[in-house]
């Protein structure tokens, strides 16, 4: 797998191994910004977890590795994530999402196209994508299908999309035998404190102005994470080539709710904190270029095709995810330096 270092990789890795005793990981991550080794100390000398510290634009280190450890599947989670630092910095999203998984299919179809046949029968490449890819709903429109069709609007989801796009070519041109899932917004433990949540959470504990952007009424449908990956490896198991599923979690909220969800939570857990009312650190920013108002996604193709439903409601999922952020401060406080700062100040400094 790639991008197992990131958030939801890295929960992926974990829940795999917990759930399984004779298979094997191999871990490859480039260890950008997102990218926490910590985040799988539990397997840090577990033989059936390998890192490699790599790039998936390297194809040399991608043909070593899948020849010297011969893998049943492929799943691509690696990618740039963050629609705010596409906007600054599109290239490294291009070169990432598009240029690398290109090189990575490549190297996966001639890897795959040298297997024996029952090999060659069993192998999956499965390819973790954004609603996003589908542009932006009004607010009385029904939810993304499969069919939607696609209509990206900031350069992360451009670059999220033409993935989407190669890896169904290379299965209509190749016959490489793919699976791709659009999922929605993703919360849980180990997210990185750029992302609405961790950064609600880590501002509040600080007694720092939450920024919210524009009115807060951009809606989106939010998923657990652990949810995310128990509905990759249905879709894995069960999903049909060359198909799409798309995963939701069946809650769509606005991002104003959710910081007042947040806080009330805080304010519950943490009776003696000087900064309650947390929500009276809210601070409404000038919005974000072309942020798209709502996301939506109809699950109802993965829950009839392969019998898939999230089992946490938000919630269940929101306290759980408050509360591990709570119980694992040293984690958070490792990479809430540097760089994150610098990005902090680049990103909501000058909006006021």
């Given at each position: 797998?790639?991008?197992g270092a990131?958030?939801?990789?890295?929960?992926?890795?974990?829940?795999?191994?917990?759930?399984?005793?004779?298979?094997r990981?191999?871990?490859?991550?480039?260890?950008?910004?997102?990218?926490?080794?910590?985040?799988?100390?539990?397997?840090?000398s577990?033989?059936?977890?390998?890192f490699i510290?790599?790039?998936?634009?390297d194809?040399?280190?991608?043909?070593?590795?899948?020849?010297e450890?011969?893998?049943?599947?492929?799943?691509?989670?690696?990618a740039?994530?963050?629609?705010?630092?596409?906007?600054?910095?599109?290239?490294?999203?291009?070169q990432?999402?598009?240029m690398g998984t290109?090189?990575?299919?490549?190297?996966?179809r001639v890897?795959?196209?040298?297997?024996?046949?029952?090999?060659?029968?069993?192998?999956?490449?499965?390819?973790v994508?954004?609603?996003?890819?589908?542009?932006?709903l009004?607010m009385?429109?029904?939810a993304?299908?499969?069919?939607?069709?696609?209509?990206?609007?900031?350069?992360?989801?451009?670059?999220?999309a033409?993935?989407?796009?190669?890896?169904?070519?290379?299965?209509?041109?190749?016959?490489?035998?793919v699976?791709?899932?659009?999922?929605?917004n993703?919360?849980?433990?180990?997210?990185?404190?750029?992302?609405l949540?961790?950064?609600?959470?880590?501002?509040?504990?600080?007694?720092?102005?939450?920024?919210?952007?524009g009115?807060?009424?951009?809606?989106r449908?939010?998923?657990?994470?652990?949810?995310?990956c128990s509905?990759?490896?249905?879709?894995?198991?069960?999903?049909?080539?060359?198909?799409?599923?798309?995963?939701g979690g069946?809650?769509?909220?606005s991002?104003l709710?959710?910081?007042?969800?947040?806080?009330?939570?805080?304010?519950?857990?943490l009776?003696?904190?000087?900064?309650?009312?947390h929500?009276?650190?809210i601070?409404?920013?000038?919005?974000?270029?072309?942020?798209?108002?709502?996301?939506?996604i109809?699950?109802?193709?993965?829950?009839?095709?392969?019998?898939?439903?999230?089992?946490?409601?938000?919630?269940?999922?929101?306290?759980k995810?408050?509360?591990?952020?709570?119980?694992?401060?040293?984690?958070?406080?490792?990479?809430?330096?540097?760089?994150?700062?610098?990005?902090?100040?680049?990103?909501?400094?000058?909006?006021?």
């Amino acid at each position: 797998m790639t991008g197992g270092a990131g958030f939801i990789g890295a929960n992926f890795v974990l829940e795999y191994l917990a759930l399984t005793e004779n298979s094997r990981v191999i871990n490859l991550d480039k260890l950008t910004y997102a990218g926490n080794l910590s985040s799988l100390a539990a397997y840090s000398s577990d033989p059936r977890h390998i890192f490699i510290k790599g790039d998936i634009a390297d194809r040399a280190l991608l043909a070593s590795l899948l020849e010297e450890h011969r893998p049943s599947a492929v799943i691509n989670f690696a990618a740039e994530s963050h629609v705010d630092r596409s906007i600054h910095a599109p290239e490294a999203f291009v070169q990432t999402n598009v240029m690398g998984t290109f090189n990575l299919l490549e190297s996966v179809r001639v890897y795959w196209q040298a297997l024996g046949e029952a090999e060659a029968a069993e192998f999956r490449f499965l390819h973790v994508s954004t609603d996003e890819v589908y542009g932006s709903l009004t607010m009385d429109e029904p939810a993304f299908t499969e069919r939607h069709p696609y209509a990206p609007n900031s350069p992360y989801s451009a670059s999220k999309a033409a993935s989407d796009h190669m890896v169904r070519a290379y299965h209509h041109t190749y016959g490489l035998p793919v699976l791709t899932t659009n999922c929605s917004n993703n919360y849980g433990p180990l997210q990185f404190p750029e992302k609405l949540i961790p950064l609600i959470i880590h501002n509040a504990l600080a007694g720092k102005s939450i920024p919210l952007y524009g009115d807060g009424e951009n809606i989106r449908d939010w998923l657990y994470v652990g949810d995310h990956c128990s509905a990759i490896r249905a879709v894995l198991d069960k999903g049909r080539l060359g198909e799409v599923y798309n995963i939701g979690g069946n809650y769509e909220k606005s991002n104003l709710d959710i910081v007042h969800t947040v806080c009330d939570i805080l304010d519950e857990l943490l009776p003696e904190s000087s900064h309650r009312p947390h929500k009276s650190l809210i601070k409404f920013v000038s919005d974000r270029p072309g942020h798209d108002r709502r996301y939506a996604i109809d699950p109802t193709k993965i829950a009839t095709e392969i019998q898939w439903q999230p089992k946490e409601t938000f919630e269940s999922g929101i306290r759980k995810t408050v509360t591990w952020y709570l119980e694992n401060q040293s984690w958070v406080e490792q990479i809430v330096s540097g760089e994150y700062q610098n990005w902090l100040a680049e990103n909501y400094g000058e909006r006021g």
